[in-house]
């Protein structure tokens, strides 16, 4: 399959697997979880949403690797990197600020992503060069009241004096700052203007791989570490405004 039409295949694959994990999250009674370390949880839905997409791509993109949070895999230059529900803990107490993320990494740099924001029915996806695509419409990044200076920060256990320094560092350079324990929600959010940006000192691959592409696409300045690979990274995107701020530009 040619790079200019991985997009639609992969819109509908994430939408298959959003629907799966919205069903269980509006019935949560109906499903076990465990806790993987200290506050971090996967449930039998995680593992679920990840095969269902690890056995669609084997359908559209046959051949091609494959890596997720779940059931690991392998990091290649040319692979997926999937996170069936990002914002495991959001999930399953019913807070709706979670994501199914799926993204592809070209020659180690992300090439096309896509979130689905199931419970706040919004779905972003973008391929480098091809644009921003907002529930399957082609769209740009929109801001309203910009002169509310909004950005979040993604809080990483156990490093949590490095994501308190971040936090001090943003208040005092004039953004309100949220922590919604999911990156893909809050890149996702970023893209489509809703916040000013997203900054976490440790993030996962998998965390950050099918935002990246949105947030590229949307225009926003985008610093990252290594994709490929499995040990902590980071990530930081906003507007020019923002990364200036923290002498990110």
Same mark, same amino acid.
């Given at each position: ?101 799926? *993204?592809?990494?070209?020659?180690? #740099?992300?090439?096309?992503?896509? @979130?689905? =924001?199931?419970? !706040? /029915?919004? $779905? ?11 529930? *399957?419409?082609?769209?740009?990044? #929109?801001?309203?009241?910009?002169? @509310?200076? =909004?950005?979040? !920060? /993604?809080? $990483? ?93």
């Amino acid at each position: 399959m040619t790079a200019s039409s991985r997009l639609p295949a992969l819109q509908r694959i994430a939408r298959a697997a959003a629907q799966l994990a919205l069903d269980a999250y509006q019935a949560r009674d109906g499903f076990s979880a465990r806790a993987k370390q200290a506050q971090d949880f996967v449930s039998e839905i995680d593992e679920r949403v990840e095969q269902l997409i690890r056995d669609q791509l084997a359908l559209e993109f046959p051949g091609e690797a494959v890596f997720g949070e779940e059931q690991g895999g392998e990091l290649s230059e040319s692979c997926w990197i999937i996170d069936p529900i990002d914002g495991t803990t959001n999930f399953l107490r019913g807070v709706p600020l979670w994501a199914v993320s799926i *993204g592809h990494v070209a020659h180690g #740099q992300p090439e096309a992503g896509v @979130v689905v =924001l199931p419970a !706040l /029915g919004l $779905s972003i996806a973008a391929q480098r060069g091809q644009g921003l695509y907002v529930n *399957g419409e082609r769209s740009t990044r #929109q801001v309203r009241f910009d002169e @509310v200076k =909004l950005a979040s !920060l /993604g809080d $990483s256990h156990p490093q949590a004096e490095d994501v308190m320094r971040a936090y001090r560092q943003m208040r005092e350079a004039g953004w309100v700052v949220e922590i919604y324990r999911s990156t893909a929600t809050a890149m996702a959010l970023a893209a489509i203007g809703r916040l000013d940006g997203h900054v976490q000192p440790q993030v996962k691959a998998w965390d950050m791989a099918g935002a990246l592409p949105l947030c590229l696409e949307a225009g926003l300045t985008v610093r990252h570490g290594p994709l490929l690979t499995r040990d902590d990274s980071h990530v930081a995107v906003g507007t020019a405004e923002l990364m200036a701020s923290l002498g990110l530009n």
